[in-house]
């Protein structure tokens, strides 16, 4: 799916914490066996050991496998088939990151994790244990040692990254000056290249993100309902907090069915087709954070055409109900689910009218504990989209009534950029029949900014944005008004569709804060990039206190590599896997065995999330793509990074040291 | 902390070496008992296999003991404060290869935490202790010969000025001089005040130098005692002069069978190969050189 739902924070927070208490209980039992040790920790002696190894590193040439790696980046971005000029720039920045980090992490692996089992191999250390050395300044000697050799790599590649990309921004810059000087260009190149002429291609922009991206059947005014469109182009979501442990288990053959329930506005459109003759309809359904079925709308009890919101002839009941009930054969899959982000997904099935729900509306009710469930406190239900290739689509419509998106910004009033606030757009284009192709009609979008709290129209504008690049555009100061402010795109070409993401990997839409210098934002990300080095450093010497070296790197790789997988599989073992698995691939009549493998590749799985949570998560390493994409590395990327890498090194160092302590080094 | 008497108390010490699955696989040491007294030079003695090197990693932390225990000048053997006063020649020169001479030593003078402005007066004067030159001074470790590893290997070991030194086979690897220099040096550290305990096979060497030694065989203490004791052949007495002529040799001989003195020998006493080694060696060195 192209979009990730808010996660339920609380939830988010506890896993975190379990994993944070683990190293804290992990550094305190290190410091309570080895506090003799800690307390003689010597800096001088934790430098001497951490040069050594980080000059036997650049005697055996270590270093000299970075002119390979520059000459590999030169090809590839020699090879490469940029879209335009600052793709190019994009993809050689992304190229020499990419390169980058893999030879920190490749090269910290592989030193860190040969280095001590070596040593007592050859026995070397026989002479470094017999010194007034502990253990502890022995593993944490290592670990900078290597963390420094990762620095040094870090600095020469980050100096070629950087003279190689101001090279290749002075050709194209010039390029573009001449393609320019020449004419002959269309609006939209023209608009680009000149702004390219002026800001540079080497960006470091820091950028407002929208909070939220929801897509409407038209603008909500403030006070006023908010609607979708029926499926299949828009649905609605409404977050569900059912506490863990709050459906019992209990014998399906005796136990009561749980009831799911909603209220669904709808509201009849004037363009309604006259051949549709029967009313508004809906249905519900229960997904995870992916918007994977938990329990279908048939399994609900509803008809696959939706539940007539309709009243009878003569009533004006509004909203309709939707009862749907969850047989007792579903609860586990259900309780599973439990203290888990869960949403009630709403969506009209009828054309001709639009649909809306309230979050208070729905409720999950459990007779046998006499308990109901809702949304969370103030908890609104999302509009969302259709996905497509590029994102939530927004349908074109050539009388300008079509469905709108939102892109709402809160918080103060953003600084303007030499008088102006400087905007982003980056979307897909996609056209009833497949991509848009240059022989298409130029696809218009009016941008609207408006008061948040009044709805007042602050600036609009036309804009003409081009499939996968980059538009950009400026707003008058006036247009974000206090702050809290929405931003209101609206395609006014007919059979066009734009595709608009949001989140945390970069929004369709973007405010410009600030230019930052580039060389400082590469810093940065060179810094996290260091902090990743260290984690895995860490993590390689660790497993070598007690491992024969290729035992240790295929560990630390498992290590590294193991939440990201698992969170790869994530989608697939949601609850209830473990019965399509025996469905689809264990296929069995034999009621039991299917159910001993059901409940066991559901307990892997859950064992799987579990493990998972105690490892680290790269994915918070993010290194490349603001720089590729010109995006000023957040402090709080590097905060999370730095948290991400000292948290679990800390306590890696302090266990190694443990493991080490109570190892015979002269077996 | 009031100073121990002893250098070296082993009380009891066991090793047995275990498989994977824990069982027993074998019993290298088992049931030492032995003291080391201060300013001695201790000889452990043994045939391969009998304990002597699993000794020597218990005395110092490099394996831990099965049961028993050891203390080293005062304090738990192995602890990062004892080894503060302990200097170790491995077996083999167990050191960096990429290192030079020099930087050897410095490395492991900053373990030490000794300031870079004494290395500086230090270093050199080991080097020249030791017998390496200028030259070798600045070549990696990776191209020295066994008896010049041997040599850093014994610099390092006396880096921090240490009360006890433990030298395994010092002298395996090095020429009859550098043997010789080697037994020299343990004197030398002997008349220092230091205690050494010396771990070897070659008896010529041990007997040179120690005081007392232990012979260990399959892992167990078998004898202990001071060198002269041991060797000394109680019903056997024998008379050194020097200059005397053939006919007061005979009158001698004459006298020991008025005494009914069966079968005894005067004969010239021969010097050892490694005296004469030496002394040739020496002879033809070229001034200065």
Known sequence: MAHTLPPIALLEASRDSLALFAGAAVVLAGLAVGLRDVLRFSPTRLWTISSVAFRQSIRRRVPWITPLVMLGVVIAAQLAHPVDYRDDIRQTARFALFATGMLTVLVGIILAATDLPKEIETRVIHTIATKPVTRLEIVAGKVLGFARLSAAILLIMGAFTWTYLHLKSARLQALIRQRLDAGQIDHATRQSLEHYRNVGLLLAHAYAEPQSLQIYASYPSPGQGRWSLPSPEQRMLVPLAIPSGAIPSADPSTAAPLFLRALVRWRAVTTRPTSQPAGPAALLALVDANENTVVSSSELGLPADGLPLMPPPGESRQPGEIVGVISPSLRPRLAAMAGRPLYVLVEGTRPGFHYGVEASSVQLAVPDTAAVYGAPRDAAALHVARSGTHGQQVRGDATGRGPVAVLSYRGPPPPAVRGVHPLELYTGIERSGGELTLEDERTTVEVEFRDAATGTLLHSQRLYPESRRTLHFAVPPAATGTGDFDVVLRVLTGGHWIGLRSGPKGASLRLVLENQSFAWNLFKSLSILWLLSLLVISIAVFCSTFLSWPVAVVLTVVILMGRWGVSQVEDVMTPGFGRSFVQDIFRTRDPAKARVVSEGVDELGRALQAVARFLPDVSRFTAIEPVATGTAVAPSTLGASARVALGFSIPLILLGYVFLRYKEVAP | ?289
């Open chain 2, 1 to 289: 902390m009031p100073e121990a008497s002893e250098a070296v108390q082993v009380q009891g010490l066991t090793k047995v070496y275990r498989d994977f699955w824990g069982r027993d696989k074998v019993r290298a040491l088992d049931d030492l008992t032995l003291d080391i007294h201060r300013g001695e030079v201790f000889g452990l003695l043994g045939p391969n296999g009998s304990g002597k090197s699993t000794t020597i990693k218990l005395l110092l932390g490099l394996i831990f003991p099965t049961a028993g225990k050891a203390v080293v000048l005062g304090q738990p053997a192995g602890s990062p404060a004892v080894n503060e006063r302990v200097g170790f020649l491995p077996e083999e020169s167990y050191l960096y290869r990429f290192l030079n001479g020099e930087e050897t030593l410095y490395f492991y003078g900053r373990l030490f935490r000794i300031p870079r402005k004494e290395l500086r007066r230090r270093v050199p004067e080991l080097l020249d202790v030791v017998g390496l030159d200028a030259k070798a001074r600045k070549r990696k470790l990776r191209e020295y010969s066994k008896g010049m590893a041997r040599r850093i290997g014994l610099a390092q070991a006396l880096i921090n000025n240490p009360d006890l030194i433990l030298l395994d086979e010092p002298t395996t690897g090095l020429d009859p001089i550098g043997t010789r220099e080697m037994k020299d040096l343990i004197l030398s550290l002997k008349k220092q005040g230091k205690t050494v305990l010396l771990c070897s096979h070659l008896l010529a060497d041990v007997q040179d130098v120690c005081d007392r030694i232990v012979i260990l065989y399959r892992g167990r203490k078998q004898t202990l005692g001071h060198v002269q004791d041991l060797l000394q052949v109680r019903d056997v007495t024998q008379i050194l002069a020097r200059g005397l002529s053939p006919q007061q040799v005979e009158e001698l001989r004459e006298f020991l069978r008025r005494m009914g003195v069966q079968g005894a020998q005067i004969t010239h006493p021969t010097t050892t190969l490694e005296d004469l080694f030496i002394r040739v060696v020496r002879e033809n060195t070229p001034q200065g050189g």
